[in-house]
């Protein structure tokens, strides 16, 4: 009996816990909510036209080449084709290089300054081929835009509007639109989710003085402010992030505006698990690299400070939440009934009992009910803040609730989900050296209804992910079996959530993934070998333009 009572005040305190932990994320949201309605856009006034590098870093992505070419040279054009120069960071090693550099060429023959920046490796991935370009820039900002990224002819003039008003900036972010919202569920669901990053978060952190991120695409960047800082370091899968931290904390700022630039989601349950794992492992590995730094500088405020912990360790609320579950799923499987829901009298003799009795039955009373209510109580309070943290920023929109709800609750079975996926991220940011292998998320061109991108190349195979996924349901399935049996309604209704979700998005990354297909020869659709890559290779390396 007494190991009983043991095991169960260990995990009332380790609930406990979780719970202070998750009410700092949760008490975050409100208060971002709040910080957001004093957001004002900042004036949008011409003073003068400073030479732009625009700058993209590619790998393996042929669908989007072309429409990505032209709505940068579009936008270079309205702003001056001599002020402007477009390099394509290229790491491909399929028969997208052939795409770009057809591409590229055609763009050399209208005036325009494009040149193509191959390596032979992925050298620090995305880090590394911005960097290599950031030592080549003579330019005064730089822009960079991710493969699926559709800037508007008026960009380039709306940028350097914003950012040539203050020497202080040192980014200005740009909002994100969604080319392909209406394609599916999971882009309905994803779109809601990145609304209430860029409607909420971004413009909160912004009036109020608080470090927000370069968001790795659509934005422009001082030259000068980034090579002080350090420039783009290799050492986490974040350099968006990372580069953004060590930015503001050498005393520039950056600018978050809410002019819309397009991109497109992810239709897929498999690639949106590879960028939020992408996502979760490099901003821990930015907050195991910067957070001590920033936590002990004296020029910087404490409410800065605090904002910032909670910035940049929010991805550590899915390992919290796949902990949740597990203790959950202990205390189902040896009926340990400090978790089930007490009686109204347990309830009304727990709020007027002191907190401190011996006895077995005192310790199920008084420890349990009473923390247990406050823990539900706190619970329920952060899982509602994530719930109106979408809803405020459909209604920013003008988005009807009730006719989104199903997006609604698809993207809260995707949160419960990807806890199993991000926490072997976090793990792997906490335990590892190495900051890892950037997996790209695939871009598929898609825009309509009728697109599709199941017969495209880049799909996203099954990994490891999944057999933790199955054991997880498995696990789940177990505890509930058990808290039927001993009649724990409470841990049945919270096991049932994780193991419905876990469920949903086990089953549709196995639907929706697939085997990655090899490079073609778009004339005679047969494989491309590396004879026929290696000759684009070297015209590039002798291109004088590069």
């Known amino acids: 009996m007494s190991s009983l009572v043991d095991f169960s005040f260990i995990l009332l305190i380790l609930s406990v816990t979780i719970t202070v932990v998750f009410f700092a994320y949760g008490f975050n949201i409100y208060y971002m909510l709040k910080l957001s309605k004093k957001y004002k856009s900042p004036p949008c006034v011409p003073t003068r036209k400073p030479t732009i590098a625009i700058q993209l870093p590619i790998y393996n992505e042929k669908y989007v080449i072309p429409r990505l070419l032209t709505s940068c040279a579009a936008t270079a054009e309205r702003y001056g084709k001599n002020l402007v120069r477009i390099s394509v960071l290229d790491d491909s090693d399929d028969e997208t290089l ?102 909420i978060e971004q413009p909160a952190r912004s009036c109020s003085g608080l470090f927000l991120n370069f968001n790795g695409s659509a934005g422009i960047i001082r030259v000068s402010a980034l090579r002080e800082s350090g420039g783009w370091q290799p050492d986490t899968l974040a350099e968006d992030l990372d580069a953004s931290y060590r930015m503001q904390m050498n005393h520039y700022r950056i600018q978050f505006v809410k002019d819309e630039v397009p991109c497109e989601v992810t239709p897929t349950v498999a690639s949106f698990k590879r960028q939020q794992g992408r996502w979760a492992r490099g901003s821990l590995q930015v907050a195991k690299k910067s957070l001590g730094k920033m936590l002990f500088r004296r020029d910087i405020k404490l409410r800065q400070k605090l904002a910032g912990a909670v910035h940049l360790t929010y991805y550590l609320v899915h390992p919290l939440m796949y902990f949740s579950f597990v203790l959950a799923a202990i205390a189902a499987i040896y009926n340990i009934n400090t978790i089930s829901l007490p009686s109204a009298k347990a309830v009304s003799n727990a709020l007027t009992s002191s907190f401190g009795h011996s006895s077995v039955n005192g310790v199920s009373l008084s420890y349990t009910a009473s923390v247990w209510i406050i823990f539900g109580a706190s619970i329920a309070l952060c899982t509602a803040a994530a719930w109106v943290y979408y809803i405020v920023a459909m209604r920013r929109q003008q988005m009807k609730i009730l006719k989104n709800a199903p997006s609604l609750v698809a993207l809260g079975f995707l949160g419960y ?16 050296r190495s900051s890892g292998s950037f997996k790209r998320t695939p871009k598929y061109a898609i825009m309509g209804e009728n697109d599709t991108w199941r017969d495209k190349k880049y799909q996203v195979p099954v990994d490891f992910t999944s057999v933790i996924e199955l054991a997880s349901i498995s696990f789940a399935a177990f505890a509930i079996a058990r808290a039927i049996f001993f009649a724990n309604y409470g841990l049945i209704f919270i096991l049932g959530i994780y193991c419905s979700a876990f469920t949903f998005v086990f089953l549709t990354t196995l639907f929706q993934s697939g085997k990655e297909k090899i490079a073609v020869n778009k004339q005679n659709e047969s494989p491309i070998s590396v004879k026929e890559l290696a000759p684009m290779i070297s015209v590039r390396s002798k291109n004088p333009d590069v």
Request: hydrophobic residues 40%.
């Open 98 to 199: 052939v795409t770009i550099e057809e591409e590229a060429k055609k763009y050399r023959a209208r005036g325009f300054n494009v040149e193509v920046i191959h390596r032979n490796d992925r050298a620090g991935y995305k880090a590394g081929a911005l960097n290599l370009a950031l030592s080549k820039t003579k330019e005064e900002f730089i822009v960079v835009f991710d493969s699926d990224f559709l800037p508007r002819p008026d960009f380039l003039d709306r940028a350097a509007a914003y950012i040539t008003a203050d020497n202080n900036l040192g980014v200005v972010q740009f909002k994100w639109s969604y080319t392909n919202r209406n394609y599916n569920w999971i882009t309905k669901s994803v779109s809601i989710g990145m609304d209430s990053h860029f409607l």
């Open 417 to 432: 989900g990807i806890s199993i996926s991000n926490t072997l991220e976090a793990l792997k940011a906490f335990f590892l």
